[in-house]
């Protein structure tokens, strides 16, 4: 190797090295921003798990409540949803306000 070389092998290792520098910020750059994703998935994931359950156990409190709502009203003699009186059953077709389950 000749002293000629030399300064072109110190330029390159030094052109190397930044390329290098820069590839490794970038990593590490990527990896905090891949950690920092995950970070706010699982936070969104423990607001949205409570709100969710929330939300709908409202909707089976007030489906229960407009169904404790009408017994009063049935009790009293006012509106009554059809019963099938004879013994047949209605050909499977849900009536308004009433569960099959309720109907069998």
Avoid at 63 to 89: K, M, T, V
């Amino acid at each position: 190797m000749t002293t000629s070389d030399q300064p072109d092998l110190e330029a390159q290792v030094a052109a190397m090295s930044a390329q290098l520098e820069a590839c490794c910020r970038q990593l590490l750059e990527l990896h905090q921003l891949t950690a920092i994703g995950h970070l706010l998935a699982g936070i969104v994931h423990e607001i949205n798990t409570p709100v969710g359950s929330i939300l709908s156990n409202h909707a089976v409190s007030s489906r229960s409540l407009d169904i404790l709502g009408e017994l009063p009203d049935q009790a009293a003699g006012g509106p009554q949803a059809p019963a099938a009186e004879s013994g047949a059953d209605s050909g499977g077709a849900d009536e308004p306000g009433r569960r099959r389950q309720d109907r069998l």
